[in-house]
């Protein structure tokens, strides 16, 4: 049962944008907090943004001021804007439903891939 569908990834120069988009079942998106990570090979997955079911967003250091994540609670889906991409921001990127800090949910991946 497919509970997170990614979209919107990617190959985009330097100082470009992109938007990814992350649609949720209902019963999934109601109740969790909705959050990106990102993964290279050979590294651990990394948290790169979430919002609460409230719209509280928190951001790691290396993406803030230049990402946005927002969510759309009529359409079940949640975005993360990413502007001025950065080579180092390659990865693939999955959403994931968060429950107190704990993944419930992951999304098959997307690949974002940030040429110089």
């Known amino acids: 049962q497919v509970q997170l569908v990614e979209s919107g990834g990617g190959l985009v120069q330097a100082g470009g944008s992109l938007r990814l988009s992350c649609a949720a079942s209902?019963?999934?998106?109601?109740?969790?907090?909705m959050g990106w990570y990102r993964q290279t090979p050979g590294k651990q997955r990394d948290l790169v943004a979430y919002?609460?079911?409230?719209?509280?967003?928190n951001y790691a250091d290396s993406v803030k001021g230049r990402f946005a994540i927002s969510r759309d609670n009529t359409k079940n889906t949640v975005y993360l804007q990413m502007d001025s991409l950065k080579p180092e921001d390659t990865a693939v990127y999955y959403c994931?439903?968060?429950?107190?800090?704990?993944?419930?949910?992951w999304g098959q991946g997307i690949q974002v891939t940030v040429s110089s």
């Open positions: 919002i609460t079911t409230g719209g509280g967003t």
């Open positions: 994931a439903a968060i429950h107190y800090g704990t993944v419930r949910a």
């Open positions: 209902t019963s999934i998106f109601n109740a969790n907090a």
